[in-house]
């Protein structure tokens, strides 16, 4: 069946450092792969996107690559800001339906 | 364009009572999903409509959750009757087209229910 891992947190970083948070997902045919972000209080907006393998999404600075001899969607930013501190999710959508992973808490500390 | 409009934004009941969601999609989005979003995880699908009809519900737990989207447009989620259990982020989003491969989904604030 089709799911979703990704790596837990909650990560702590200081402002301007380099973020990474790992997924990887399991999943039958060609799946297009997301990145959610939920600020605290608000509903889950899509991040970035991307539709087949190697394709690269990226948005407000934050990129993934989708990887798929590695079935991977890691999530990457250079250079953090406090306004970063969020929830990311990773998602994929196969057979018309969304997984979600469980979702890594960001804090980004001045 | 106005977004997904959920109401109401928090809840609180006892156990056994029953409650209903509310959600009215961008106008247009033909596709609308309920989730269930439990402290701590990520969101679970509920049930998925295309326009009026249902097009998937396994994970919706039947013998007490139901939902309509009658008219198309907005949706209606009842739990009757509430566990404790069922304490969660309901959310609500909506799309153009089912599989997120041109269209993304928009999610609404969602509604917070505490059973107690």
């Known amino acids: 069946g089709n799911s979703v891992t990704q790596m837990e947190g909650p990560v702590t970083l200081s402002e301007e450092a380099f973020l990474t948070i790992n997924c990887t997902y399991t999943?039958?045919?060609?799946?297009?792969l997301f990145w959610y972000v939920q600020y605290p209080g608000e509903g889950l907006q899509l991040l970035l996107k991307a539709t087949k393998a190697d394709d690269k999404g990226s948005n407000k600075g934050f990129e993934a690559t989708y990887r798929k001899e590695t079935t991977s969607f890691h999530l990457e930013k250079g250079s953090v800001q406090v306004s970063d501190s969020a929830v990311y999710f990773c998602?994929?959508?196969?057979?018309?339906?969304?997984?979600f992973g469980t979702g890594t808490s960001l804090t980004v500390i001045p | 364009e106005a977004g997904v409009a959920q109401s109401p934004r928090y809840k609180i009941i006892e156990k056994r009572q029953s409650v209903a969601f509310w959600c009215n999609p961008i106008?247009?989005?033909?596709?609308l999903y309920w989730y269930q979003q439990i402290l701590g995880q990520g969101p679970k699908l509920l049930i998925q409509?295309?326009?009026?009809?249902?097009?998937?519900d396994s994970q919706l737990p039947k013998d007490r959750f139901s939902a309509e989207r009658l008219k198309g447009v907005d949706s209606t989620l009842k739990i009757q009757p509430a566990k404790l259990e069922d304490s969660a982020v309901y959310l609500c989003?909506?799309?153009?087209?089912?599989?997120?491969?041109?269209?993304?989904?928009?999610f609404g604030p969602g509604t917070r229910l505490t059973v107690t």
């Open positions: 106008s247009g989005h033909a596709t």
């Open positions: 409509f295309q326009n009026n009809g249902v097009v998937d």
């Open positions: 998602a994929l959508s196969g057979r018309n339906q969304f997984y």
């Open positions: 999943a039958t045919g060609y799946p297009s």
């Open positions: 989003a909506s799309s153009l087209d089912p599989g997120g491969r041109v269209y993304e989904q928009y």
